[in-house]
């Protein structure tokens, strides 16, 4: 009996323990040494997986960047920039130049594109972190970006630089949810000077506008303005800004095909890059068919009144983006890249949507391997139909959140809507 009201000793605490779980802060940041150990680990591994992917030489690297690479090596550098050598803009044209003196392009330009992966995930991380206040959730962001594979392969084996543009317009969303209207126009300006994909996430901000959300309308000059100061170089190497600006008119010209390998629409109409039915007029008919959808929803959004939190503002970005691309022409299999971070964003909010993310990134590395390795996984109607669903699917979560009772919305952190 003596020996059963002996209490039990109590468990000796390690101190590795205590080690790890000490807390420091960043700011308003704050992490633990075990969350630091495991970055620390997931950026060594992030990498390794990319180095072993260097090697590959990408369709893309072998017809354009090689060629691009030793015009601008036999022209002496920053001298390349007074004439025109690609069909891309001048700041990934710096980008170039600043490699240049590396004896491996291919090496060198894939380091490019992978140092800006780690600046996307760094860019997650602060979005993930504004959005639910949770430090483990935002590193989990950045396991998510440096570990998704459209990621790995676009940088690491593709050579592209998607990333580049993706990253600064996650930046301008973190902005824009800290009511920041001037620092996320700006930095669409940024994005903007890299790819004119960034127009996909335009929708978004018109529509926050018209629902007198944070968005200042004329911080959007803040775009323009940002492209011509990126481009300053180019011009005093002695390049016109006419020819600068039409880069992006020229792009639109090369490839007239409905789809270029994203299962969109025009995989219905069979307006592939290995058919040529009515591409002038399908690319007519598709411009103005997105407009008026994303029109629609503009006008639907704008007209219903509904508290607008930071669950919305995602799924609305998310939608938006996925509706421009599956409805507008010309569009190319790597420009799901903007949706696969979005749907990140959108799963982290809210865990029981991580089968929507998991189900968009599939979608994502299926149409990436005609280009990569010449397989076919998938019949991309069949991928349309399921893109398609998704988008469905998404558009309907949209639709229901702007038709909550108001007595039944989410209760709100004070100062924060989320």
Known sequence: MAAKNQKAPA?????????????????????????????????????????????????????????????????????????????????????????????????????????????GAFCMFLLVHQLTGSTRKGILGMACVLLCPTVILNSAWWCQCDMIYVSFILLALYFLFKDNSAACFLLLGVAFSFKVQTVFIL?????????????????????????????????IAGRPLSQLISVYFGQAG??????????????FLDETMKHKHHMQEVGQFGVPLAIMLLGTLAWYVASKRFKITDTFIVTLALFSVSLALYTLPHMHERYGYLVDMLVIVYALQRPEKTWVAVCYILISLITYMPFLVGAYVLPFPFLAAVLLALDVYVGYDLYRQMNIPQENAPVLQPGRSK
């Open 11 to 119: 468990a000796s605490v390690r101190k590795i323990d205590t080690f790890l779980g000490k807390t420091l802060s960043v700011g308003k940041i704050q992490f633990t040494v075990l969350d630091l150990c495991f970055v620390i680990v997931l950026c060594l591994f992030a990498f390794a997986a990319r180095w072993y992917l260097y090697p590959l030489q990408s369709g893309d690297y072998k017809g354009f960047l090689s060629r691009w690479m030793q015009k601008i090596q036999q022209m002496g550098a920053f001298t390349s920039l007074g004439v025109e050598i690609s069909n891309y803009t001048s700041p990934y044209m710096y980008l170039m130049c600043l490699v240049s003196g590396f004896s491996n392009s291919l090496y060198a330009l894939k380091t490019v594109s992978v140092v800006f992966d780690y600046f």
């Open 203 to 235: 929708p978004l901000v018109v529509i926050l506008w018209l629902k007198n959300k944070t968005v200042n309308i004329w911080h959007l000059l803040l775009i323009p303005l940002m492209f011509v100061v990126l481009h300053i170089p180019a011009m």
């Open 254 to 267: 090369i490839y007239p095909w409905g789809t270029l390998k994203f299962p969109n629409l025009y995989e």
